[in-house]
């Protein structure tokens, strides 16, 4: 069984600048969730896809946006990169929506100078 | 809203003494919670749900409503247990909007 895995590892963009950052669910599982989470701050949710629709979302502008794919992997896509921007990007996958159980990979470290 | 608060940064205890890792919550309906568990150079991991009312690694949690409480226990911590400590809320039904404490880093003193 393979686990959750998240590329790039790190990224350093400029200001002003769009990312895209990739996530590889869980073999097997449906529902994808992205959070953000700053220095010594919890996950902050950003949104969920499931089974390619987006099915909840957090507090974050629409430049925070997403895809999911017929596989299942998923893109968190942020445009005009701002400063506090900077923070781990979490990728979380789970069997199925009704399933609350996350599985979290290993994050993508963006900073945005 | 829903909010999780997690009162402590940091949580120092020796080794065998019990640990008790606070986490409110504010939320107008049935949550449901959860811990998650980060340990040093590791991902995320869930450490325990609340409707699964199981113990893990020795540790766990109940659920108060009347409180709207969801503290973390272990009677007797270990060296292992160090690690950081997240207390979530997730909302009933298929839409998921989870919403994190800003962790409680527990350190145990050999």
């Known amino acids: 069984e393979t686990g959750v895995t998240q590329s790039p590892t790190h990224l350093i963009k400029t200001r002003g600048q769009q990312v895209t950052l990739r996530c590889s669910s869980q073999s097997g599982h449906n529902t994808v969730s992205w959070y953000q989470q700053a220095l010594g701050q919890g996950p902050q949710f950003i949104f969920q896809y499931y089974r390619e629709e987006e099915n909840g979302r957090g507090n974050f502008p629409p430049r925070f946006s997403g895809l999911q794919f017929p596989n299942y992997s998923s893109e968190l896509n942020v445009n005009a990169l701002e400063l506090d921007d900077s923070a781990l990007y979490l990728c979380?996958?789970?069997?199925?929506?009704?399933?609350?159980?996350?599985?979290f990979g290993p994050g993508t470290r963006l900073t945005v100078l | 809203a829903q909010r999780v608060t997690q009162p402590e940064k940091l949580l120092s205890v020796f080794k065998g003494a019990p640990v008790e890792l606070k986490c409110n919550y504010s939320?107008?309906?049935?949550?449901?919670l959860f811990w998650y568990v980060q340990y040093s150079r590791q991902r995320l991991q869930l450490l325990l749900r609340h409707i699964s009312r199981e113990s893990i690694k020795g540790f766990t949690a109940d659920l108060n409503k009347g409180e709207t409480s969801f503290h973390l226990k272990k009677p007797f911590a270990q060296e292992e247990d160090s690690a950081m400590y997240y207390c979530a809320l997730n909302p009933s039904g298929g839409y998921q909007k989870v919403t994190f404490g800003t962790g409680t880093k527990l350190q145990v003193i050999p």
């Open positions: 939320y107008s309906g049935s949550p449901e």
């Open positions: 979380a996958s789970s069997l199925d929506v009704g399933d609350k159980t996350q599985f």
